[in-house]
């Protein structure tokens, strides 16, 4: 390995690799665990023990709200402690989620006689509308959530006239986005009505005033999302040159730009706003191109929402705005001994790394692409292969092979778990099984990625 390139990797390990993206989740836990603390510590004397308790629920509600508030606030050094925007917003998900259900003992717990008429009116709207943003976002996510035992009765239900009335009603993924934009409100709901009602502020100032610097910074980033942020990030003006079927249910689109083209590294996705005969829409892509193609080019799988319509409503000369780039999803971060896993549309990151290929591939390499069928990029990725020897490529059709397992992997690598640094794409459930799977045989945590797609 070059000189330039250890050095590149080492540079970038520091700043971009896993043990970075830990920061962000253990900077949350220790002020969860501070804040607690803070409570039962503080207590006022004469406070009732099951009223305090409620009231702490309700404050460490608002502390994991305000921190979610935080993670989407676009900024790139909370991207840089999550390892990724979209890492980021996994987190963003789960902290509204343990937030909105630590509610449910606030709510059975806490009490105060003197309760302001004002702040019982503020705390209907924020427990209603916080509830339904994450009923509404974990939906789409119901198969990941329940037993497969029950997946037959779950869908057999979404045929009835009832439901299919109430996902009319909610519509797809702009609908939900724009409701989801209301969440610093109900955040905001929250916290006026735990300063207007809570017993334990009234005798205690360091909890009061805590209480405001936690909501205060939750809500400032909400403000600065909502007002601010737009005319301070980069967007790129690109029109549609090219809208291509490359397999049935999978759309290669090309963007050429109008202006400054968006800098990206391979592996790195964009936000695409694209005009369609259907209204401007909006989703993250990832760019499955190489950054010499001065163009951006995004590989887009039928998953639901507008991109099932795509190849109908986004037509050559259709304008396009990218905002970007996000994400570190880098081979330059993994060790000498490369394993990249790519299932179904999963491919489009490892896509960009192979067609950014300038001259020696550093790393050995195994890339398994698994795919139902044969992949539609199974001639480019084995061409590629050809004038790279340190690249090997395994194909995988499932129709007639059975699925890739991880003991498939291990089997045909032959190397030692400890060095190997695995990067991979493809379905949540696939994802889950291979990383279990991997750090069971030996595999650093630190040492196995994987990039999200459906973190909307």
Do not use: C
Request: aromatic share 10%.
């Amino acid at each position: 390995m070059s000189g330039t390139h250890s050095a590149t990797r080492q540079r970038r390990a520091a700043i971009l690799g896993v043990p970075v993206r830990l920061t962000g989740p253990l900077a949350i836990g220790f002020l969860a665990a501070a804040y607690l603390v803070l409570w039962l510590v503080a207590r006022p004397e004469g406070e009732p023990l099951t009223r305090h308790l409620g009231q702490l629920f309700g404050g460490e509600s608002v502390l994991l709200m305000s921190i979610a508030l935080v993670l989407i606030s676009t900024l790139p050094h909370v991207e840089l402690g999550f390892g990724g925007i979209d890492y980021a917003a996994i987190w963003h998900r789960r902290l509204a989620i343990a937030g909105a259900l630590l509610l449910l003992p606030h709510v059975e717990l806490a009490s105060n006689p003197q309760a302001t008429a004002l702040g019982k009116a503020l705390a209907v709207p924020a427990a209603v509308g916080l509830a339904a943003l994450i009923v509404w976002a974990i939906l789409p996510r119901w198969r990941t959530m329940l037993p497969p035992a029950v997946h037959g009765a779950v869908l057999r239900t979404r045929e009835t006239w009832p439901v299919k009335l109430v996902t009319r009603v909610l519509g797809g993924y702009e609908r939900w986005r724009g409701f989801h934009r209301l969440t610093g409100l109900f955040v905001a709901a929250g916290f006026f009505h735990g300063l207007l009602d809570a017993t334990a502020f009234e005798s205690t100032p360091v909890l009061r005033w805590s209480y405001v610097v936690i909501g205060g910074v939750g809500l400032g980033f909400y403000a600065y999302r909502e007002l601010v942020a737009r005319h301070f990030l980069p967007h790129h003006d690109y029109q549609v040159d090219e809208v291509r079927t490359v397999a049935p249910g999978l759309v290669d689109v090309h963007l050429k730009p109008l202006g400054r083209p968006l800098n990206f590294r391979p592996g790195q996705f964009a936000m695409i706003y694209l005009e369609t005969q259907d209204g401007w829409q909006r989703h993250p892509f990832s760019i499955s191109g190489a950054p010499a193609d001065k163009g951006i080019r995004i590989t887009v799988k039928a998953l639901g929402d507008h991109t099932t319509k795509l190849p109908e409503v986004v037509q050559p000369g259709m304008p396009a705005v990218v905002s970007g780039p996000y994400g570190r999803f880098d081979r330059l971060t993994g060790t000498a001994r490369q394993v990249w896993i790519a299932g179904g549309v999963g491919i489009t990151p490892f896509l960009s790394w192979l067609r950014s290929l300038d001259g020696e591939l550093n790393e050995a390499v195994d890339l398994f692409v698994t795919s139902s069928g044969r992949s539609p990029f199974a001639d480019e990725v084995q061409a590629i292969a050809k004038a790279h020897p340190r690249l090997a490529v395994h194909l995988i059709d499932t129709t007639t092979g059975g699925r890739l397992t991880p003991q498939h992997v291990l089997a045909a690598v032959q190397a030692d778990p400890r060095e190997l640094s695995v990067f991979m794409g493809g379905p949540d459930p696939m994802l889950k099984e291979f990383r279990r799977a991997f750090r069971a045989a030996g595999v650093r945590p630190a040492n196995i990625h994987r990039e999200y797609f459906h973190w909307r």
